[in-house]
């Protein structure tokens, strides 16, 4: 029920309904008015037409006609004539209380200048009732005179009982109410079909405005009418239309943030003004699950650091950039403000992890420091014996071939170093080309281990070769590059064994793998520099003695080119036990 009076056709039903209502009361009340005046006025006038037939006979009869007066009374209607002398000649009364009436006729003012004026009264009297005893009932009373020319004068009374106009009223009064709810019932309807055939077009539009709300931005309300309701059902129209161009506008703002935000390396993270977080992409979570451990509280996820420059930036108003350092790793941080309007509303962080470059510019300043000392030996020791031998310094021709001799060496060492480094920048940028073709392991291995076979011997090297795979066994590599790598390695084994040790090479399978295993019994590296050995120019003898005659950079090398083959290359390594080298290559 509250929903139809809270409804549009509710209250416009009801607005019409207390409309008709205050009118046909209005109606109602003055027409009930009018019709008992009405009803009392053809009253009064039958009584003055009765009364004006009786004058006319009693003057014209000597002895008045009984029956014809009679039949001209209407129901309840009595007649008494009196004479000049105010004496009763003739009385009609049919029912209870004859004396009374007269009494209260003679007793009323209506008597008293009845038989001196010429023209008729009438009042309304209370008279005892025709029909019940102790009964009093209202009744219309003309005086009418016999003879308007003399005076005194003989009068006609005549009166009649108000019932039968009260019984006319109540008759009338009932066609009135059933007029009024017939009006009512047919107003009901008629202002029901007229609200729905208003409201329709409204509903619609309801009903459009909630599939809106949900997203339905494809909906349509009828405006084919032209009236104010059809331009608002067109102005609704335009109005989904122009809704559902801004938000694919916004969804696709939206979708390119986003994917700006999840394509960028940087970690982004906005902040609410109270420095939570509203919004991270995909690095800035990660940072956020790696801080998180080490963080005061899970409310603050971020380092203390990181919240004490976006306090600051927010009291000062102002972009900051810093860096700071957190577990071993730099990070810069870049902050601004957001603002809506002229108010700040919250900070934009850019948060990118400095690490890698850290490490670089420290590989670079190492690079340049190493570079220089592997330089430096060779070029003073080639521009002091160059000098010696210009200057006559030297006696004998033989101490002479001696420093031709080392010059050469340094020379040929000096163009090694070039190369290499060459070599590794090349693989590292990407520039040096692997040739891969299949290769049988085992021939090519055995082959690679043959050729130092001489050196070992000179040495008193014990070196051996052994394989556990099939002969046929093939590896999709390049063998050029492959030969460089077991070269340098087993070089180093052999330079790093003293006489009398052992160097074996294996070749084993691994499941998917063929591990090449180069194992000697040489001096051994020591635990905590074995994560180093394949940085550029390690070398386990701190004092860089030239004795061994190494740059620096083959295993360096040897690493890269084997990550180009999508392989492994570990190191075991214990002091005085020796050193071991596992190659993982992947099988055809």
């Excluded at 860096?323 to 870049?334: K, M, R």
């Excluded at 070029?379 to 031709?404: C, F, P, R």
């Excluded at 090449?516 to 940085?535: A, N, S």
């Amino acid at each position: 029920m509250n929903r139809i009076w809270n409804s549009v056709v509710g209250k416009l039903w009801g607005t019409i309904m207390l409309l008709v209502l205050f009118v046909l009361f209005i109606v109602t009340v003055l027409m009930l008015e009018f019709l008992e005046d009405f009803h009392t006025q053809q009253a009064e006038d039958k009584l003055r037409q009765e009364a004006s037939l009786i004058t006319n006979i009693v003057n014209q009869q000597q002895q008045p006609d009984l029956a014809l007066i009679q039949e001209i009374l209407a129901d309840e209607t009595n007649v008494m004539i009196f004479s000049s002398e105010e004496e009763i000649t003739f009385r009609i009364h049919e029912g209870l209380g004859s004396v009374e009436t007269e009494e209260k006729i003679k007793s009323s003012s209506l008597y008293e200048g009845a038989f001196v004026t010429d023209t008729s009264e009438i009042r309304t009297m209370l008279l005892p009732s025709l029909t019940e005893d102790n009964r009093m009932e209202n009744y219309l009373v003309l005086a009418y005179p016999l003879d308007d020319q003399a005076s005194p004068h003989g009068t006609v009374f005549i009166y009649q009982s108000l019932k039968e106009v009260n019984n006319t009223s109540n008759q009338t009064t009932k066609i009135v109410f059933l007029s009024g709810f017939l009006a009512m019932v047919l107003t009901t309807l008629l202002s029901f079909f007229l609200s729905t055939r208003i409201t329709s077009p409204l509903r619609k539009m309801r009903e459009g405005a909630h599939e809106l709300a949900k997203g339905n931005f494809q909906t349509r309300v009828p405006s084919s009418q032209k009236d104010e309701i059809g331009e608002l059902g067109a102005a609704f129209n335009r109005m989904g239309m122009q809704i559902k161009h801004h938000v694919e506008v916004i969804n696709q703002e939206k979708e390119q943030l986003s994917n700006i935000l999840s394509s960028m390396t940087d970690a982004v993270i906005t902040f609410n003004k109270d420095a939570s977080i509203l919004l991270s992409n995909p690095p800035a979570d990660e940072l956020i699950r790696r801080w998180s451990p080490m963080s005061a509280s899970s409310d603050e996820p971020l380092p203390a650091a990181l919240y004490h420059m976006l306090e600051h930036m927010l009291e000062n108003e102002e972009e900051l950039e810093e860096e700071f350092e957190l577990d071993a790793h730099y990070y810069s941080v870049s902050l601004s403000l957001l603002y809506s309007k002229d108010v700040v509303r919250g900070a934009v962080a850019v948060i990118r992890d400095m690490t890698e470059q850290h490490r670089l510019e420290k590989l670079r300043s190492d690079f340049i420091a190493n570079v220089s000392h592997e330089l430096r030996t060779p070029i003073a020791m080639l521009q002091g014996y160059s000098e010696a031998i210009l200057d006559g310094v030297v006696e004998t021709e033989e101490d002479k071939n001696e420093m031709i001799r080392v010059i050469s060496d340094e020379s040929n060492r000096m163009g090694r170093l070039v190369t290499e480094l060459l070599d590794l920048a090349r693989l590292e940028s990407g520039y040096l080309r692997i040739y891969q073709s299949p290769v049988q392991v085992a021939a090519s291995v055995e082959r690679m281990t043959t050729k130092f076979s001489q050196r070992a011997r000179e040495k008193n090297i014990k070196l051996t070769y052994t394989s556990t795979i099939p002969f046929e066994t093939k590896l999709f590599v390049d063998e050029d590059r492959i030969e460089q790598v077991l070269t340098n390695l087993i070089d180093n084994a052999l330079r790093h064994t003293a006489e009398g040790g052992k160097v074996n090479v294996h070749v084993t399978d691994a499941s998917e793998y063929v591990k090449i295993t180069i194992e000697d019994t040489g001096y051994g590296i020591p635990k905590e520099d074995l994560p180093y050995v394949f940085e550029r120019f390690y070398k386990a003898d701190k004092a860089r003695t030239r004795g061994k005659g190494g740059t620096g950079l083959g295993l360096a090398i040897a690493k890269n080119i084997i990550d180009r083959h999508e392989g492994e290359i570990r190191v075991f390594s214990e002091v005085g036990m020796g050193t071991t080298f596992e190659i993982l290559l992947r099988k055809m």
